[in-house]
């Protein structure tokens, strides 16, 4: 059994081997045939419209040389043509390739009516036929026919996502929004046409996925489409009037919503104009603002602003009142007599028609329509045409005064801007002499020539003539009297050759108003009275300071100085006295005395015509040489706590003080030093406390000012000060200080450091110096320049030295020479000016600065 089924295995496997062996030799045989091979090899091929295709025909032929007429013919057996040489390729037509031995179908591009069986044929060996057969199928890819990937729906509509698919065979759509599947329900509906959305909302917006599917042959294609929701613009609603200002600048803004956002347009109503069009217009599309640079009253219309987007568009309209600035068209000056009705009359001009009020130039308070409350003599009326756009002030004075004279402003205002204009009302009135009033008398004196001023307030202007005994000067030819006019004012110059010519003169002022007289008097000077009195109120050892009463004057003839003569008592002749003279208003002192020595004083007094009798004699010793006066700490105090508490001071800093004093009377001897001692300590119970280990004390040579320093904040210190001199010291001058709190933020430089003024001083110093030595150079070699100038001025005549000697040379120490009695002639002038600091003293005669002559 076993043997058997080993023999059947055997035989088995001899037929197969005997099969495989007839297959392989069947396959060589064919292969060693002539034929025809079309590639690709599939016998059918299958593509979509619209794609290109390739076919090849190649012979396989023990020898290519023997093919000829290789061709491609088309499914209705027709030939197909090669491309013709310079032409535009056709839908389909063949091309030789691989050197000739191929023959290749060319499809550019498949369409429905292509598809079918396509033969390739060829002769080989002239006598063989062989033929290749292909089938080319077509249909139809999937195609987006209407499926816009940007689609922008208006908000609230029922909108169509669109996706329209062609396909052959036909293919199924479905639609996808973030991955999910939508089915048709509620807001979402799947058509034909697309994916319809009922009601869109700006919550829509979004990425959709159109996906199409050809389950015949497996083809799927997605569609991503994004909807973004508009809005229509809203344009908020304008202003429906709004104010621009002639000549001005303006802008308006106009906003609006919307998506995407909308442009601005904005168009002149009147004229249908688009406003970016026009001259001095810029529109901001972006933006909506709308600029006029300068506005103009053809500007006058109404404007819509337009904003626009896709979905639509909206509008809002205003009008443009263009203002005009008030001008002030009539405003004259007026000329009325005193005590009638001043009109004062101001036109203006404007839109809308201005208002007019008045004021008193300089003023603030405007006048109100109607009577005045602070002056029923003032009314104001107004008259407006709104139509011309003019209006009329009129500010009415009854009753008219001298003080309604002056200038007046006319304000005229509206909504566009305010304008000013200034006019005068003159008042006429009769002539016045109130200025003169008040005048004195004119002195003059000796046949001195005298000046009468006469000038008259009036309008118009008054002339003027002068009266003496009620009679016209004019008419008197007097050489006496001379009358001289210079504008409005009259000068009469008397020179008194008698007595008769002192005495009233009238001046007489004349206009169309009236007439007004005023008296003028021409009084002789006379030399002071003697001085009644003078004490010495301060005496020290080397002056004494006196206190002089004055005698009475006249008015307009005032004091020009005081003068006092002063000589030891033992000598009678006041001849050879010493002699001082001060103005009115300086302390008189008496310097240079000898200490221990008795001495007699006399004064007189002095005006413009000389100097009075001596009188108020005086004797006085100087006492013995003694130590300085006390002196005086030139701080002011900010209080007194007790009478007999000394003066407190404040000090700005907190850690220095800069003490300062006047230099007293030395008493005979120079001062050569003062000492300050200055210690902190505290007030207890009215008694001042020092702390003496503290106290610093310093001498001081020839200054009068110390600056204490390292003090201590917020500190009383006793300060005291005492002048030295041979003799001693003087009594102690004290006052307390109390320094600032806190730190001191002032800086302060302990080592000596130049000024920027010193710095200049020193090269203008040097400056100075370097032209000196040039000067001296010029002077010396070429006897030029000022120097040698100044050389050549001191080589004087004879005849110059003898003037001066004629002319003498003054001392203040030399007797004075001034008109005496007989018993006592005087010799010398001298006078002395105090200028609130130092008194200065020189010599001469002092003439006064008040004459009237």
Sequence with gaps: ??????????????????????????????????????????????????????????????????????????????????????????????????????????FNSLQESMAGTYFCAASYSVTEKLNAAVVVETYVAI??????????????????????????????????????????????????????????????????????????????????IRVEVQIMPQVQRLPLVMDAVEGQSFSVMCNATGKPVPEFQWIKKGTQQNAADLDRFSVNSITGQLDISTVEQQDHDNYACIARNPAGQSDSVMKLNVLIRPKIIEFIN?????????????????????????????????????????????????????????????????????????????????????????GHITVEYRPIFDHLKALPPVYTWEERPANLSCFAQAIPNATIEWRFNDRRIQDLYDQNLHIETEGLRSDLIITPRDRRYYTAYKCVANNRLGSAEHIMELREARIPEMVPQAKPRIVSATSITFDIMAPPVEPGLPLTAFSVQWKEQFQNDWNFALNRTWSPDSPYIVEGLRPQTAYSFRFAARNVVGLSQWGAYVDQSTPRRSEPETPRILHTPIQDEEEDSDPIVTSPYADHFDMRWSIPVDNGEPIDMYRIKYCPGTKVNGYWTEMEEHCIEQDIARMTNYEMRSLQADTYYRIELMAHNAIGFSKPAHVLMKTARGIDVVLRVDSPTLSSAAVIGIVIGSVVLLLLVADLLCCAFGNLGILATLCRKTKRSPSDLDDEAKLGREDEKQPLNTPQPAASPLKVNSSVEYDGRVVHSRSGEIIGKNSAV
């Design 1 to 106: 059994m076993a043997a058997q089924y080993g023999r059947s295995i055997v035989s088995s496997t001899a037929v197969m081997m005997l099969l495989v062996w007839m297959t392989l030799l069947g396959m060589v045989h064919s292969q060693n045939q002539p034929r025809l091979k079309i590639l690709p090899a599939s016998s059918v091929q299958r593509k979509p419209v619209g794609h290109s295709l390739l076919l090849t025909c190649r012979p396989e032929v023990p020898d290519t040389n023997l093919i000829s007429d290789l061709r491609w013919n088309d499914n209705r057996n027709m030939t197909i043509l090669p491309k013709p040489a310079g032409q535009s390729s056709p839908l389909i037509y063949t091309e030789s390739i691989a050197g000739g031995t191929a023959l290749a179908l060319i």
């Design 334 to 422: 007026i000329t009325v007599s005193e005590n009638e009705e001043a009109v004062f009359v101001c036109k203006a001009f404007g839109r809308p028609a201005p208002e007019i009020t008045f004021r008193r130039y300089g003023t603030v308070e405007e006048y109100s329509i109607g009577l005045q409350v602070s002056d029923d003599r003032i009314i104001l009326e107004q008259s407006t045409d709104d139509e011309k756009g003019e209006t009329v002030g009129t500010l009415r004075i009854s009753k008219l005064a001298t003080t309604d004279d002056g200038l007046y402003e006319c304000i005229a205002r509206n909504r566009g801007d305010v304008a000013f204009k200034v």
């Design 143 to 224: 195609t987006w026919k209407d499926a816009p990937t940007d689609q922008r729906p208006l908000m609230g509509t029922d909108y169509i996502v669109r996706c329209e698919v062609t396909a052959n065979p036909p293919a199924t759509v479905d639609w996808l929004r973030n991955g999910d599947q939508i089915k048709s329900s509620g807001r979402y509906v799947i058509e034909n046409r697309g994916l319809l959305i009922k009601n869109i909302t700006e919550a829509d917006d979004g990425v959709y996925t159109c996906r199409a599917a050809v389950m015949a042959t497996g083809e799927l294609k997605n569609r991503e």
